[in-house]
């Protein structure tokens, strides 16, 4: 990796005038693959949002459907007659018939999604949620139908029903309560324009993106998106890189310096020379970068899963060690067989298959409510086990605008609003990106400007003009210097500001100070984290000065300044390699590639909507006190999560050895009607436990 300082060449801070960065490296081609690849990745992306929406729709279709069958299942079950104290006869002898007819269409309809999720899984080799429930309807399914052709014992129907609905309804408010994580690289492809103005003999033609070559002219106007990575041939512009840098000033861009596709042309018209098109184009690279670092996340087994794979083992241990001792004790078939299937369907507790999403759907409600918008549950349950906090700067920790931090005036006869005043009038005729800063705290305080004549630009050194019959200069500190004028100390605080003098009639009348404000809230989050024993560490596209000013100011753990996004990527997988467990806060597309790779990524949601789709969980409000929030939250979901999944699989404790037919020699054996009762009270309990992390989030709250 290159020297950092090279990719972010140094802003001299003492002069208003501003230097080009350095984007060589972003233009080295990583790994050739033509343009036919990039769409069909980005329409890959675009079919997979649309497959998540699809199976929402199929989970509730499936679980309404299956509810409807499963009220004449319930009715006609004799287990279930039994417990209600009720008999209904429809057809005589016929009705179990009926009942398997019933059952057999909410097995294979219902339970579709599962027994294709065993395959699945078996597949990857990481048996889960979907071979746990599989196992138990497939056994209730064969066993039944089993009894109901002639094989002894009752028949467990109505518990393949009733497992089939739970599951899917389980799933069903799971998938709800997470949004696809796909719409990331949607996100990113939509901020390349999709046309360019391509130069030929002497006149501007609109053709498509795919269309150009390396070696083709095109013509960017003022305000237009930059199309490809390529050399400026001709003319001079401010460009804004934040996207790729997330450096808050524009950069001075002319002639022979580099320009990346996707970012935004300023005043200037520029003709550029196409350097970098399709799966070579930086933006491109970024966009490879997010999709390899999401495949790789979403490998990681949820807690669920985990739990759901030892009841699948024990599940099937048990059954079979059941089904083999009772043969070897000499009892009948059918009635080893009856045992082998309660303790099987036993295992499979439904309230598991509640435990975690009805926590989720109620957490994720309340911090949507609170600002925080989670997008992928396994980094929110995750959120309780990170170390290290990274942040990107600008916008993030810093309010991520150029602006007027400090003002004053060095004349007794002028106060701060008359200097603010005359610059504002003429830095009304400018259209320097300095100019932008100094009009908007105009506009804020309300401000009339006077009318200007004889406005006049000082070669590099800043403007001046008439106002009135005063003459009026705005200068950097470097014409006072040529000028041997002494400047006061209090001009200047930290290096981090950008400081330009208003000259009244040659005489030095005050100073306008400029920087990208830290945010107020960033302060407290810092301490709140630091006191959870989380480090903070900085990582940012400005330079050394700017970074380490924030940093010192907000007593972060350590900073890394002039980064691009692939090395704060490497940064990330650094910390990762030396145990850390890693959340990254950031708001741009520079800080895309890291949000994903990141073991939780923040997005800050005054940020770019990439960033935004790329994140596992999006602030809001903006707020970084809200981190704080996110992290004691991740805590009180994940602590009811268990809870849940004792009450869930507590049950099965007793239930499995009682159902196995331990206790059959002192005459106590559960049957599978006990086995229902015992099973529903546990996912009564599992939803009342999960309402009450209402109470507890309010407890944090007010923490």
Not at 34 to 52: A, L, M, P, Y
Request: a negative charge.
């Amino acid at each position: 990796m290159e020297d950092k300082n090279k990719t972010n060449q140094h802003h001299n801070h003492k002069n208003d005038s501003v230097e080009h960065s350095n984007h060589n490296k972003m233009n080295s081609p990583k790994n050739k693959s033509n343009d036919e690849s990039s769409q069909h990745k980005n329409h890959d992306s675009h079919d997979h949002h649309d497959h998540h929406q699809m199976m929402i729709k199929d989970f509730r279709l499936r679980f309404w459907i299956s509810l409807i069958f499963t009220l004449p299942i319930l009715a006609l079950s004799p287990m279930v007659q039994d417990l209600l104290g009720f008999e209904l006869l429809l057809f005589g002898e016929t009705d179990k018939y009926i009942l398997f007819g019933l059952s057999t269409i909410v097995f294979f309809y219902g339970g579709w999604p599962f027994l294709k999720g065993i395959v699945d899984e078996l597949k990857e080799k990481q048996p889960g949620m979907m071979t746990l429930i599989a196992v138990a309807i497939t056994v209730a399914w064969g066993y039944s139908t089993a009894t109901t052709f002639g094989l002894e014992g009752s028949s467990f129907f109505w518990e393949l029903a009733t497992l089939v609905d739970i599951m899917l309804l389980g799933h069903w408010i799971e998938m709800k309560s997470v949004l696809g994580a796909s719409r990331s690289l949607q996100e990113l492809v939509k901020l390349m324009p999709s046309e360019a103005h391509l130069l030929k003999n002497g006149n501007t033609v609109d053709v498509k993106l795919d269309e150009l070559k390396e070696g083709d002219q095109v013509v960017v106007r003022p305000g237009e998106k930059i199309p490809v990575d390529g050399l400026i041939t001709d003319g001079q512009s401010n460009v804004n890189e934040s996207m790729v840098t997330g450096e808050a000033k524009p950069v001075k861009k002319e002639k022979n310096n580099k320009v990346i596709g996707g970012t935004i042309n300023g005043n200037g018209s520029l003709t550029v020379k196409v350097e970098q098109v399709g799966e070579n184009a930086y933006l491109n690279k970024v966009i490879t970068m997010v999709r390899d670092a999401q495949s790789v996340k979403s490998k990681t087994q949820n807690l669920a899963d985990r739990i759901a794979f030892w009841l699948t083992i024990i599940a099937l241990s048990v059954g079979f060690a059941t089904l083999a001792t009772w043969l070897l004790l000499g009892k009948e078939f059918s009635f080893a067989m009856e045992r082998m299937a309660t303790v099987m369907v036993i295992a499979c507790p439904h309230a598991l298959g509640l435990a975690v999403p009805l926590v989720v759907a109620i957490s994720t409600s309340i911090s949507a409510q609170r600002g925080l918008l989670i997008r992928n549950r396994t980094a929110f349950e995750n959120s309780r086990k990170i170390t290290m906090m990274v942040f990107d700067k600008t916008g993030t920790l810093t309010k991520g605008n150029f602006g007027v931090t400090r003002l004053g005036s060095f004349m007794d006869d002028f106060d701060d609003n008359t200097i603010l005043k005359y610059a504002g009038a003429l830095e009304s005729k400018s259209e320097h990106p300095l100019a932008m800063g100094i009009m908007h705290k105009v506009k804020e305080g309300e401000i009339e400007i006077p009318e200007v004549n004889n406005f006049n630009a000082i070669t590099g050194k800043g403007i001046e003009g008439e106002v009135g019959s005063k003459n009026i200069k705005v200068v950097s500190p470097g014409y006072l210097k040529d000028k041997k004028v002494d400047i006061p100390d209090s001009a200047y605080k930290n290096e981090a500001e950008t400081v330009v003098f208003v000259l009244i009639d040659d005489k030095l009348a005050g100073f306008i100070a400029m920087s990208d404000e830290i945010r107020d809230e960033s302060f407290n989050a810092i301490k709140t984290l630091k006191e959870n024993n989380i480090k903070c560490i900085m990582m940012t596209g400005d330079n050394e000065i700017v970074a380490k000013s924030v940093s010192d100011e907000l007593q972060l753990d350590g900073y890394f300044s002039g980064l691009l996004p692939d090395q704060k990527l490497e940064k990330i997988k650094e910390f990762q390699q030396k145990g850390e467990f890693v959340a990254m806060t950031g708001d741009g597309i520079n800080d895309a590639p890291a949000l994903a790779t990141a073991d939780v990524g923040i997005a800050v949601g005054s940020g770019t909507d990439v960033a935004a789709e790329t994140a596992d969980i999006i602030l809001v409000n903006s707020n970084p006190q809200d981190i704080t929030t996110l992290v004691l939250f991740g805590k009180a979901t994940y602590k009811k999560m268990i809870q849940n999944f004792i009450w869930a699989t507590g049950y099965n404790v007793v239930a499995i050895p009682l159902a196995a037919g331990v206790l059959y020699g002192a005459g106590i054996l559960i049957s599978p009607a006990m086995g229902a009762v015992f099973m529903s009270l546990s996912t009564i309990i599992v939803a009342l436990n999960a309402q009450l992390l209402k109470k507890r989030m309010k407890v944090v709250e007010e923490d």
